[in-house]
Nanobody, 122 residues
Framework: QVQLVESGGGLVQAGGSLSLSCAAS????????MGWFRQVPGKEREFVAT????????IYTDSVKGRFTISRDNAKNTVYLQMNSLKPEDTAIYYC???????????????WGQGTQVTVSS
């Protein structure tokens, strides 16, 4: 059983930065793709970024390209999301997730963290 624990959310002014972390339990972390998703009340959970098991390949949703960076440290079983130039519309609960497939499809992710709140004030 895999457990994912996010940390690093908080309140920041527009234009500021936050860094999220997600620590995973279990073995063979490098075999799995990791993704970040976000959700606001009343809306569906949306894809933000994903990274392959090796860390060599990444995909971002258009709205965060050039501002967010996903990375991972397989020795620490941890994935990161560095968020710069934050905007009020980035406000959401952010979730990390694990998948056996490198994909942007939220339905293909098997394990999820509890989420961490990110609030960007204008």
């Amino acid at each position: 059983q895999v457990q994912l624990v996010e940390s690093g959310g908080g309140l920041v002014q527009a234009g500021g930065s936050l860094s999220l972390s997600c620590a995973a339990s279990g073995r063979a972390f490098s075999r799995y793709a990791m993704g970040w998703f976000r959700q606001v009340p009343g809306k569906e959970r949306e894809f933000v970024a994903t990274i392959s098991g090796s860390g060599l390949t990444t995909i971002y949703t258009d709205s965060v390209k050039g501002r967010f960076t996903i990375s991972r440290d397989n020795a620490k079983n941890t994935v990161y999301l560095q968020m710069n130039s934050l905007k009020p519309e980035d406000t959401a609960i952010y979730y990390c997730a694990l998948s056996s497939t490198f994909t942007v499809d939220v339905g293909r992710y098997d394990y999820w963290g509890q989420g961490t709140q990110v609030t960007v004030s204008s």
